[in-house]
Structures are given as C-alpha cells and as structure tokens.
Nanobody, 125 residues
C-alpha cells in the first residue's frame, strides 16, 4: 500500500519562502515520476512541479517557473518543493503524488491511490 505524507505548509507573507517535504512508503521514487499538485478553493487541481523517474525531466507551469524547484532524495525516498517569492495566488492545498507522464510541457497524475493528504499553504498579502 502506498503512503505519502506531506509536511512544511503554513502561513507566510507574500514574498516569503516555504519548503514542502513528502515522504513516501510502498513506492520507490527511483522507479516513479513524482509531482506536486495544488488545488485552491473553488478551482481545479493543477500540477505545479514534477520530476521524471530518471530525474532528467522536470515540469513547471509558467505561473511558478523561476520560483519553485522540485527535488528528491532517493535514499530517503523524500520529495521536496522549494517555493520562493510566494504570491497570494499560490494559496492552496498542496499534494504530493506519483506522476504519470512528465515532460517539460506536461505532467499528469499516475493514479488516485498514489496521493498524499496534502499540506495547506496560505500566503498573506
């Protein structure tokens, strides 16, 4: 059974930074592409940072490009999301998930059983 636990969310002022972490069990990040997805209140889910299983490809939408960085520790089986220069529009629940297709232009989730429960990020203006 796959388990993913996110941490690191919180309330920060606009312009600030946060680092999210996701520790996985039942799944090896060496074999799966991984991603961070977010869902703001009243909006759909969107991918914000993804990394291919090999680590050779990453995906960032224009809205976060240059501000967010995804990374992983294979030994610790942990995924990270470094978020800088945060904006109020970054406010959302952030989820760690296994990813399906990851290219520089797209990132899709792998499946509904491969998600964490999320960590809330709130950016105050």
């Amino acid at each position: 059974q796959v388990h993913m636990v996110e941490s690191g969310g919180g309330v920060v002022q606009a312009g600030g930074s946060l680092r999210l972490s996701c520790t996985a069990s039942g799944l090896s990040m060496e074999q799966y592409a991984m991603g961070w997805f977010r869902q703001a209140e009243g909006k759909g889910r969107e991918a914000v940072s993804c990394i291919s299983w090999s680590g050779s490809s990453t995906y960032y939408p224009d809205s976060v490009k240059g501000r967010f960085t995804i990374s992983r520790d294979i030994v610790a089986n942990t995924l990270y999301l470094e978020m800088n220069n945060l904006k109020p529009e970054d406010t959302a629940m952030y989820y760690c998930a296994a990813a399906g297709v990851v290219t520089t232009t797209m990132c899709t989730p792998f499946g509904e059983n491969y998600w964490g429960k999320g960590t809330l990020v709130t950016i105050s203006s």
